[in-house]
């Protein structure tokens, strides 16, 4: 039993060692976690939610930590049965040292003779004596030894079970949700890249309405420029031929001819007002549609993306 006490203590070293070792496995992927976490929560705007990937980076941290109270608990009990199996190892080998003792006084005495040299003279004194005990309870402490043995072995068998079940277990825990974060996160940058491609392509119809809406304007500007000209020469004239003498004054011809380059120039005016406040609205609501994917672009990976270019005076 000695043996064995000796031989199970240190098996229970080595359980100790492997989870002292999955306990320190366990700080590195709890801090990359937490700094998940933290970088998050950077975020700004509507893109702070709380989404899939959150929860699951939550349900990663509780994991972990759960994970790391389990083992340190785990490593108490071993080092408790360490130290029971320690105590019951000390009583066997001091029981085994008064065995030895014992067997040798008797076997000293065994040899001794009438003959024998070292023979004691007169009464001796048994003051000094153990107390003594009868043959029943010396095999009563002895089985009372053994057992206790047995029974730290025993639990420590059943703890050792236990502990290869608990790293087993804890181990594939921690897998299966880490492959769940990484699920979310796949499915996360997904969603993003489906944004950021629609919102590329509502920018690009934005901008070609715009450098049209553009076109437009230029086009009335110049319509616009093109009645001042012919407005000015009708006037001149009408000037001109009201000065005639009596007679000769017939305004009806060039009355007509400006009535109807100021019946145009309104018309190319009005035009003009309508389109300014379509062209200031394009910046409005180009602003408004795409506020929700700014940041999702510059996480994507394109923070060279500026809405500066939208700028009109």
């Keep these: 039993k000695f043996e064995e006490m000796v031989q199970e203590i240190e098996t229970l070293i080595i ?33 702070l939610v709380h989404d899939e990937v959150e929860e699951e980076l939550l349900k990663e941290k509780e994991v972990i930590e759960g994970v790391m109270v389990l083992l340190q608990r785990t490593l108490e009990q071993i080092n408790e049965q360490i130290r029971l199996i320690r105590s019951v ?44 005990v009868t043959p029943e309870e ?24 236990l502990v290869d079940s608990l790293l087993e277990q804890t181990a594939s825990d921690m897998r299966r949700q880490y492959e769940a974060t990484g699920r979310a996160f796949e499915l996360r940058i997904e969603e993003t890249k489906t944004a950021k491609t629609q919102l590329e392509n509502q920018l690009n119809e934005l901008l070609g309405e715009t450098a049209n809406q553009e076109k437009n304007l230029e086009s009335l500007r110049l319509a616009i420029a093109e009645k001042e000209a012919p407005l000015k020469v009708a006037q001149t004239r009408l000037s001109s031929r009201s000065q005639r003498p009596n007679v000769y004054i017939n305004p009806f011809s060039l009355l007509k001819r400006q009535k109807l380059t100021h019946g145009q120039a309104p018309l190319a005016s009005r035009k003009y007002a309508d389109l300014m406040p379509v062209i200031k609205c394009i ?17 994507i990976g394109h923070p060279s993306l500026s809405l500066s270019f939208i700028v009109f005076n």
């Excluded at 008064?98 to 003279?121: G, H, P, V, W, Y």
């Design 15 to 47: 359980f100790k060692s492997r989870v002292e070792r999955a306990l320190e496995s366990c700080s590195e992927p709890l801090q990359v976690t937490l700094q998940c976490l933290t970088e998050r929560q950077k975020r700004v705007a509507i893109d």
């Design 138 to 161: 010396w095999e009563s402490l002895c089985i009372l030894n053994i057992r206790k043995a047995e029974k730290e072995k025993n639990n420590s068998l059943s703890l050792r079970a």
């Design 89 to 132: 190892k000390y009583y066997l080998e001091k029981d085994l040292q008064d065995k030895f003792q014992a067997e040798r006084i008797d076997d000293f005495c065994a040899l001794l003779t009438n003959a024998s040299t070292n023979l004691n003279r007169g009464n001796s004194d048994f003051s000094s004596a153990g107390t003594a």
């Design 283 to 299: 910046p409005s609501s180009l602003l408004i549609r795409i506020a929700p994917y700014v940041y999702s672009l510059y996480y």
